[in-house]
Nanobody, 119 residues
Framework: QVQLVESGGGLVQAGGSLRLSCAAS????????MGWFRQAPGKERELVASSNLSGGGTVYADSVKGRFTISRDNAKNTMYLQMNSLKPEDTAVYYCAAKRPPITGYNYWGQGTQVTVFS
């Protein structure tokens, strides 16, 4: 099975950028469809962005389209989330997750990294 560790979160002013990383170990990321989720206080966890095994087939939440980009570097066994034009409403704990087809639900999760955007 794969283990996931996020990094790159922090405190940033509105309009700024952050890049989150999700380092995988145990298995290569090319065996998994992967995604980024976030959960803000008092809210349900939501899918932010996802990609298929090849890193393509990207899907984004409407709230982040045009601002966030999901990508992966198979050589580094790492997935990324580039976040630009950040807004206070992007404040949340961000989680990376993986699923190995034919499993349909994400069943591997990282511990999360906090992103706080202040105005």
């Amino acid at each position: 099975q794969v283990q996931l560790v996020e990094s790159g979160g922090g405190l940033v002013q509105a309009g700024g950028s952050l890049r989150l990383s999700c380092a995988a170990s145990g298995h290569t990321v090319s065996m998994y469809a992967m995604g980024w989720f976030r959960q803000a206080p008092g809210k349900e966890r939501e899918l932010v962005a996802s990609s298929n095994l090849s890193g393509g087939g990207t899907v984004y939440a409407d709230s982040v389209k045009g601002r966030f980009t999901i990508s992966r570097d198979n050589a580094k066994n790492t997935m990324y989330l580039q976040m630009n034009s950040l807004k206070p409403e992007d404040t949340a704990v961000y989680y990376c997750a993986a699923k190995r087809p034919p499993i349909t639900g994400y069943n591997y999760w990282g511990q999360g990294t906090q992103v706080t955007v202040f105005s």
